[in-house]
């Protein structure tokens, strides 16, 4: 059964400073992705990372895949306001199903 | 429409009642899936369809939750005799294949009371 699982859960951070969100997972897992999630709205893809190794940046953020212990990470850098939001992980078990993380909920303050 | 749409956005519903939760995928979206995401939490997968046939329902946490794409567009989920338990944001998602091009909805948020 795979078990994703992400920390910190609660991030408040500055603006202008850089800060790391992990993702944990239990088992092999097919892909990894990172969603955004803002307030009362659905979940916008950020990233799909299909292999060991991959590193996939947009903007202030980078994510990146290790595949062999089984982490991803998502890299903040010097963080503004509107990057408030709620991250998800996610692994993808088979094509049909999605395990999130409990997602982390990040505070951006001005 | 340009994106999945959901209706309604939000239900009120007395314990007991049965709801009817609506999804409009992209058209020509082959794969639908549904979510339920409780209060602070991760979504968490209820079932998969690949045009009309529900491929995957490994996820519907009882009975009482049922869904359905009957032409392979549309796709309803049924939560009969609801439950306190039952409220939370159901997400539906549509693909032309897997989840890499995948769009969600702005989702169904439900209040059981």
């Known amino acids: 059964e795979l078990k994703v699982e992400q920390n910190p859960l609660f991030l408040s951070m500055q603006e202008g400073k850089n800060y790391t969100i992990y993702c944990n997972y239990s088992t092999t897992s097919d892909r990894l992705y990172w969603y955004r999630q803002d307030p009362g709205k659905s979940l916008e893809s950020l990233f799909v990372l299909l292999s060991n190794g991959a590193v996939k940046q947009e903007g202030r953020l980078m994510a990146s895949l290790d595949t062999k212990a089984r982490l991803s990470t998502l890299h903040i850098t010097a963080a503004v306001h509107d990057l408030s939001a709620t991250y998800f992980c996610a692994g993808e078990l088979g094509a049909q199903k999605l395990v999130f993380g409990q997602g982390t909920r990040l505070t951006i303050n001005p | 429409g340009a994106g999945v749409s959901q209706s309604p956005r939000y239900k009120v519903a007395k314990r007991g009642q049965d709801v009817a939760l609506r999804c409009d995928p992209i058209?020509?979206?082959?794969?639908l899936f549904w979510y339920q995401q409780a209060l602070g939490q991760g979504p968490e997968f209820l079932t998969y369809f690949q045009n009309e046939a529900q491929l995957d329902k490994s996820g519907l946490p009882s009975d009482r939750f049922f869904a359905e794409r009957p032409e392979g567009s549309v796709s309803t989920l049924k939560i009969q005799r609801t439950q306190q338990e039952d409220s939370a944001v159901y997400l539906c998602a549509s693909s032309p294949t897997g989840y890499t091009e995948a769009f969600f909805g702005q989702g169904t948020r439900l209040t059981v009371v």
């Open positions: 058209s020509g979206h082959v794969s």
